[in-house]
């Protein structure tokens, strides 16, 4: 089979490997759409802390079954099916706390940019779903970065009649704001594209503000009610700079969803006595549990996003760096690799 392997920062390469076979508990995937995303990005330009290259690349796929190791009932070859790339073990202190995104066995799986590949036993056992012939393979790949924006909306409390501002239109971004106007929220949102902003107003922001501007902070809150700031802050850029400007942003009392990964080692500084006496709450979330993977797979199952509106252009596998590049540019919000 032909994979994507991540050697370090700008240095992906094909490479030829024996299709896996599948152990206990496993299943192999043939892929038919894999989806570049910010994360990808991300790691193809400085790397990524968790892991130790080289190792394969892409997190976002769906396909068909090929085969299922010893003790796989739930799935067969020929099913259609769509694998988060993660799972929690459920038995450490932080998985017993409900906190399973910060499991400290939390099982990880990259490949989705290979013609074929291996999902983890607790993957199987817990994030693995049968795609109706309805749903698109583009659809049911979106399931997790989806699955996060469905957790972050879930942990910050959003009511309805909330002002919401959501800083960045990416992928991620346009997923918050999607679900945050589910809620019967009024939507404010950034960003420094335009093609970005427009498709932000389809999927139901009221406003729209390109950030390259001076005083970004101060037009935002001009559109909020008597300029005092959003209830609901989310940030989804991941840079330093778009987090204090978010946390500035809030009125008092209101709620900061920092979601954007910034690089290893950024910090930033905050006015304490505002922070203080605005009584602000500010959260950062980390990926996602099973139980909004599910909830996302069903969203997704009704139609409530649509690839349609977040998937651009196909590239082939031996494609993928023209691919990743491409999502940098800020010209489309997510490509496809498409496998025959």
Known sequence: MKTAQYY??????????????PQKGEIVIHNKIALTCGTDLKMYMRGYPLFTPPHPFGHEAAGIVDSVGAGVVSFKPGDRVVAHNS???????YCKQGQ???CENLTFNFGAFS???????PIVKQNVFHIPNAVDFRDAALTEP??????GISEIGIETGDTVIVNGAGPIGLMFIRLACLRGARVIA?????????????LGASVTINANQDNIINKVKHYTDDQRGGDVVIEAVGLPDTWKSSINMARKGGRVLLFGGTKSGS???LDTTMLHYSQLTIKGVFHTTPKYVQRAFNLIKNGVISSKDFVNEEYHIEQIQ???????????????????
């Open 322 to 340: 023209d691919a990743i590049l491409s999502h940098k540019s800020g010209k489309v919000i997510k490509n496809c690799i498409v496998f025959d």
């Open 115 to 121: 013609e074929y590949q291996l999902i983890p036993a």
């Open 190 to 202: 950034t960003d420094l594209s335009e093609i970005r902003l427009a498709l932000a107003q389809k």
């Open 267 to 269: 910090t930033m500084e």
């Open 100 to 102: 399973q995104s910060m």
């Open 87 to 93: 799972a929690p073990c459920n038995n450490c202190y």
């Open 146 to 151: 989806f699955s996060c924006a469905v957790y």
């Open 8 to 21: 370090a920062p700008e240095d992906v390469r094909i490479e030829n490997k024996p299709i896996p076979i």
